[in-house]
Protein backbone atom coordinates (compact mmCIF):
# COMPACT_ATOMS: atom_id res chain seq x y z
CA UNK A 1 0.00 0.00 0.00
CA UNK A 2 1.08 3.78 -0.56
CA UNK A 3 0.26 6.10 2.06
CA UNK A 4 1.04 9.68 3.50
CA UNK A 5 4.04 9.41 5.65
CA UNK A 6 3.43 9.26 9.53
CA UNK A 7 6.05 10.08 12.32
CA UNK A 8 6.60 6.96 12.99
CA UNK A 9 8.45 6.13 9.68
CA UNK A 10 11.32 7.96 10.20
CA UNK A 11 13.08 5.34 11.50
CA UNK A 12 12.93 3.12 8.95
CA UNK A 13 13.20 6.20 5.72
CA UNK A 14 16.87 6.85 7.40
CA UNK A 15 17.51 3.26 7.38
CA UNK A 16 15.86 3.10 3.60
CA UNK A 17 18.71 6.05 2.35
CA UNK A 18 21.02 4.73 4.48
CA UNK A 19 20.80 1.42 2.45
CA UNK A 20 20.00 2.23 -0.73
CA UNK A 21 20.82 5.50 -1.16
CA UNK A 22 24.22 6.49 0.71
CA UNK A 23 26.09 3.66 -1.02
CA UNK A 24 25.80 5.00 -4.14
CA UNK A 25 26.04 8.43 -3.55
CA UNK A 26 29.53 10.19 -4.50
CA UNK A 27 29.77 12.19 -1.34
CA UNK A 28 30.50 11.42 1.87
CA UNK A 29 27.22 11.39 4.41
CA UNK A 30 27.62 10.96 8.30
CA UNK A 31 26.56 8.37 10.38
CA UNK A 32 24.10 7.17 12.46
CA UNK A 33 22.50 10.07 14.61
CA UNK A 34 23.73 12.61 12.81
CA UNK A 35 22.01 10.93 9.39
CA UNK A 36 18.77 10.80 11.26
CA UNK A 37 18.89 14.43 12.07
CA UNK A 38 19.06 15.22 8.97
CA UNK A 39 16.74 12.80 6.78
CA UNK A 40 14.17 13.90 9.46
CA UNK A 41 14.54 17.42 9.25
CA UNK A 42 14.85 17.49 4.85
CA UNK A 43 11.44 15.53 5.42
CA UNK A 44 9.80 17.88 7.25
CA UNK A 45 9.30 19.80 4.34
CA UNK A 46 7.09 19.38 1.65
CA UNK A 47 5.16 15.56 1.61
CA UNK A 48 6.07 11.74 1.89
CA UNK A 49 4.91 9.11 0.30
CA UNK A 50 5.32 5.62 2.19
CA UNK A 51 5.04 2.22 0.62
CA UNK A 52 4.35 -0.41 3.52
CA UNK A 53 2.82 -3.81 4.17
CA UNK A 54 -0.06 -2.30 6.31
CA UNK A 55 -0.53 1.44 8.07
CA UNK A 56 1.34 0.83 11.08
CA UNK A 57 4.59 -1.50 9.00
CA UNK A 58 7.85 -0.25 8.45
CA UNK A 59 8.48 1.24 5.22
CA UNK A 60 9.73 -0.66 2.60
CA UNK A 61 10.13 2.37 0.02
CA UNK A 62 9.76 6.13 0.07
CA UNK A 63 9.20 9.64 -1.69
CA UNK A 64 10.22 12.86 -0.75
CA UNK A 65 8.75 15.63 -2.55
CA UNK A 66 8.89 19.85 -2.08
CA UNK A 67 7.13 22.52 -4.09
CA UNK A 68 8.43 25.66 -5.82
CA UNK A 69 6.42 27.87 -7.37
CA UNK A 70 5.10 25.50 -10.06
CA UNK A 71 7.72 22.65 -9.90
CA UNK A 72 7.17 19.54 -8.23
CA UNK A 73 10.89 18.94 -7.03
CA UNK A 74 11.21 14.85 -6.40
CA UNK A 75 14.33 15.35 -3.57
CA UNK A 76 14.65 11.36 -2.55
CA UNK A 77 12.96 8.37 -3.81
CA UNK A 78 13.91 4.79 -2.31
CA UNK A 79 12.72 1.59 -2.53
CA UNK A 80 14.16 -1.29 -0.37
CA UNK A 81 16.06 -3.84 -3.05
CA UNK A 82 14.51 -6.96 -1.92
CA UNK A 83 10.87 -5.43 -2.74
CA UNK A 84 12.62 -3.74 -6.44
CA UNK A 85 11.31 -4.47 -9.89
CA UNK A 86 7.63 -4.54 -8.36
CA UNK A 87 6.43 -1.12 -9.74
CA UNK A 88 6.57 0.41 -6.83
CA UNK A 89 8.57 3.25 -7.71
CA UNK A 90 6.74 3.93 -10.78
CA UNK A 91 3.29 3.97 -8.91
CA UNK A 92 5.21 6.43 -6.13
CA UNK A 93 6.37 8.96 -8.87
CA UNK A 94 2.51 8.21 -10.45
CA UNK A 95 1.20 9.97 -7.40
CA UNK A 96 3.40 12.25 -6.65
CA UNK A 97 3.09 13.55 -9.93
CA UNK A 98 -0.98 13.71 -9.75
CA UNK A 99 -0.49 15.59 -6.56
CA UNK A 100 2.00 18.02 -7.98
CA UNK A 101 -0.76 18.92 -10.52
CA UNK A 102 -2.77 19.64 -7.83
CA UNK A 103 -0.76 21.67 -6.00
CA UNK A 104 -0.49 23.53 -9.26
CA UNK A 105 2.84 21.82 -10.51
CA UNK A 106 3.36 22.25 -14.25
CA UNK A 107 6.31 20.56 -14.02
CA UNK A 108 8.57 18.24 -12.27
CA UNK A 109 12.60 18.49 -11.38
CA UNK A 110 14.64 15.33 -10.33
CA UNK A 111 18.61 15.53 -9.81
CA UNK A 112 20.05 12.56 -10.16
CA UNK A 113 23.40 11.29 -9.01
CA UNK A 114 25.33 11.01 -12.46
CA UNK A 115 26.52 7.68 -12.29
CA UNK A 116 23.20 5.96 -10.57
CA UNK A 117 22.21 4.61 -14.44
CA UNK A 118 19.71 2.65 -12.92
CA UNK A 119 17.81 5.27 -12.00
CA UNK A 120 18.30 7.84 -14.68
CA UNK A 121 16.91 4.85 -16.73
CA UNK A 122 13.94 4.90 -14.34
CA UNK A 123 13.59 8.32 -15.01
CA UNK A 124 13.95 8.56 -18.53
CA UNK A 125 11.67 5.47 -19.35
CA UNK A 126 8.83 7.48 -17.03
CA UNK A 127 9.02 10.37 -18.90
CA UNK A 128 11.90 12.49 -17.73
CA UNK A 129 14.26 14.44 -20.05
CA UNK A 130 17.68 15.54 -19.01
CA UNK A 131 18.06 19.09 -18.60
CA UNK A 132 21.93 19.31 -18.00
CA UNK A 133 24.71 17.65 -16.11
CA UNK A 134 26.44 19.81 -13.14
CA UNK A 135 29.55 17.90 -13.28
CA UNK A 136 30.60 19.91 -9.78
CA UNK A 137 27.74 18.61 -8.12
CA UNK A 138 27.68 15.06 -9.82
CA UNK A 139 24.26 15.12 -10.86
CA UNK A 140 22.38 15.43 -13.82
CA UNK A 141 19.23 17.64 -14.14
CA UNK A 142 15.70 15.66 -14.91
CA UNK A 143 12.47 16.99 -16.01
CA UNK A 144 8.98 16.27 -17.18
CA UNK A 145 5.96 18.25 -18.26
CA UNK A 146 3.18 17.73 -15.81
CA UNK A 147 0.73 19.42 -18.39
CA UNK A 148 -2.15 16.67 -19.82
Not at 43 to 60: C, D
Not at 82 to 95: D, E, F, P, V
Not at 105 to 119: G, I, K, L, Q
Request: glycine share 4%; aromatic share 8%; charged share 25%.
Amino acid sequence: MIRWRQLRDDKGIVELVRTQLVPISPWQHPRDSRLHSQITRRIRRGATLVVSQSRRNSPIGFLHMEFRNKTLFIDLLAVDSRHQSKQWGTALMIIAENYGRFKGCNTSHVFVDEDNYRALRFYHRIGYNTLQAIPSLKVVQLAKSLSL
